[in-house]
């Protein structure tokens, strides 16, 4: 089974799979963990990832292109593949989840940074958004290398005494967030919502608003 993280910080993900189990797992071929560098995939000269949100609001948000150029890039052909955009606005990750993810072939985390992700990432280029506790994390990082963890040790062979490997869930209801865009103003087609761009200030409180929603 593959794991491929996308991240800012590779090295946290580089160091984590150096340890116990996990270190083991790979050297026996019973898994792979790539951590892959999004700023290798942003524009030239700057390598740029980050950028403000449009219609205005605290903090920089991650950039559509560097993520959907790396997804596109690592994803394995042929393969079952899941897209998972770590976020503390998705679904709650359980031991149920955990059970559904270990029969894929390859896991693809995309880790978010900052004040969060270009929503069009969400809408468009993964496949599931998930949440690790209703904490906030400085990145997406430690949230994915936890359900890389426990989905791992389901891959056969991982854990040695398969007699371990207990049902363990947990739920909570979650305040979602309102969905942030940043430049450019369309990709692909996809194009940021016009009230971010008119300047009203009033009209985008409300929308926003209007986005928020209880699980």
Known sequence: MKFSILTVHPELIDSFSKVGILEKSIQRSQIQIEAIDLRKFADTPHFRVDEKPFGGGAGMLLKIEPIVRALRACEVPKTKSL???V????????????EEF??????????????GVDERVSDFYVDRE???GDAVCMGG???SLMMLESIARLV????GNEESLEVES?????????????RPREFEGHKVPEVLLSGDHRKIYEWRRSKIECK
């Open 83 to 85: 897209r998972i955009l």
């Open 87 to 98: 976020s503390a606005k998705g679904e709650s990750f359980t031991q149920k989840l955990a």
């Open 102 to 115: 270990s029969s894929y072939d390859q896991l693809i985390f995309v880790c978010g940074r900052y004040e």
């Open 130 to 132: 998930i949440r690790v």
């Open 141 to 143: 990082e430690i949230p």
């Open 156 to 159: 056969p062979g991982v854990v």
């Open 170 to 182: 947990f739920s909570e209801d979650w305040q979602s967030e309102y969905p942030q865009y940043t």
